[in-house]
């Protein structure tokens, strides 16, 4: 055998012994990691193939909540903003709904304004003359009220009752009645409004106050800076009236 034949047959034992040395350390570091594996999640190695699968699915699951979570965020996101906007919407109606509520006297309301007292007169009645003649009658009432409100009154009151659209003011004997309640004199009417207006309006010449300081009847119109009036507590009855379809 010649000296290269036996250096030729050491190179292949080296190789070969590195070789053996390399698949033996891979080897003894499977066994190790299969035993670390089985004794922290204790899982045999026959098992690992099916534990890294179902892992994967775990690992889709996770991704598909993660997915499930953010859609349903921007849901909340938008179910907020529409919220908002639902608040902004019921905040205009209550608004809306204030007003109607002052405009329809059903809400205590004060302001400035003007006091009107009229009261029968003192006169003495002559022999044989009529004892209306020196009555407060209710069309004398009810002009007062269309005056103050044709002089832009925002609320009146007629001995503390609030005259509203449904107010009907009629005579009972020798009283007059305002929504269903009798009232007497002295009749104190007061009204919310421009005070210098409503007051020139009610003093104004040839008007009803006028006439009956004509006639002798205690008449006097005062300027308030702050008139309060209550809410109106009686019903509304419609017999004829009915909402308007808006489909049509």
């Not at 594996?37 to 899982?43: K, M, S």
């Not at 059903?106 to 002559?126: E, F, N, Q």
């Not at 009151?157 to 009645?177: Q, S």
Request: charged share 20%; proline share 4%; aromatic share 6%.
């Amino acid at each position: 055998m010649t000296p290269r034949s036996v250096f030729a047959g050491r190179r292949w034992q080296l190789a070969l012994t590195a070789a053996a040395l390399v698949v033996g350390f891979v080897l003894a570091v499977q066994v190790r990691t299969e035993r670390l594996i089985e004794t922290n999640l204790q899982v045999t190695s026959g098992r690992l193939g099916e534990v890294a699968y179902r892992y994967r699915q775990v690992e889709a699951r996770q991704a598909a909540l993660r997915g499930r979570l953010a859609e349903l965020r921007r849901e909340i996101a938008d179910e907020e903003q529409q919220a908002a906007a639902g608040r902004a919407a019921t905040e205009a109606l209550a608004a809306d709904l204030a007003r109607m509520r002052v405009l329809s006297g059903l809400t205590p309301v004060h302001g400035p304004g003007v006091l009107v007292m009229i009261a029968d007169s003192t006169r003495p009645l002559k022999p044989g003359e009529d004892p209306n003649l020196v009555l407060i009658h209710y069309s004398d009432v009810h002009a007062v009220v269309a005056t103050l409100f044709a002089a832009g009154a925002e609320a009146v009151a007629v001995n503390d009752e609030r005259v509203v659209g449904t107010t009907g003011i009629a005579c009972v004997g020798t009283t007059i009645l305002c929504n269903t309640r009798r009232l007497a004199p002295p009749y104190r009417i007061e009204a919310i409004g421009d005070p210098h207006a409503l007051a020139a309006a009610a003093m104004a010449q040839g008007g009803i106050l006028d006439e009956l300081r004509a006639f002798q009847f205690p008449v006097t119109v005062t300027v308030e800076s702050d008139v309060r009036l209550s809410a109106y507590t009686g019903t509304f009855v419609h017999q004829f009236a009915r909402p308007v379809d808006a489909g049509r």
